[in-house]
């Protein structure tokens, strides 16, 4: 019973630092201008695929260099 009042409580405050958040980002959006937004949504979209390309690209490295070191092992 005592973890779901606590749950219930931790639900609550964070639901109120949300709709915080969600009032002073709103304030703060809606003095930018609509091209500046736009560039800033694409320049995050380009960096977030950036990102995505270089955790594949390592991904696959990493996979390949585990692979090499077991025909190594086994070469031995």
Do not use: K, N, Y
């Not at 995050?44 to 090499?68: H, I, K, P, Y």
């Amino acid at each position: 019973m005592r973890v779901r009042i606590l749950q219930f409580v931790s639900a609550v405050i964070m639901i109120g630092i949300m709709v915080a958040l969600h009032d002073v980002i709103g304030v703060f959006l809606r003095g930018l201008d609509p091209q500046f937004m736009m560039g800033l949504v694409i320049g995050c979209m380009g960096t977030t695929a950036v990102f995505v390309a270089l955790l594949l690209w390592d991904r696959r490295s990493v996979a390949l260099r585990e692979e090499q070191r077991a025909r190594d092992l086994i070469d031995l």
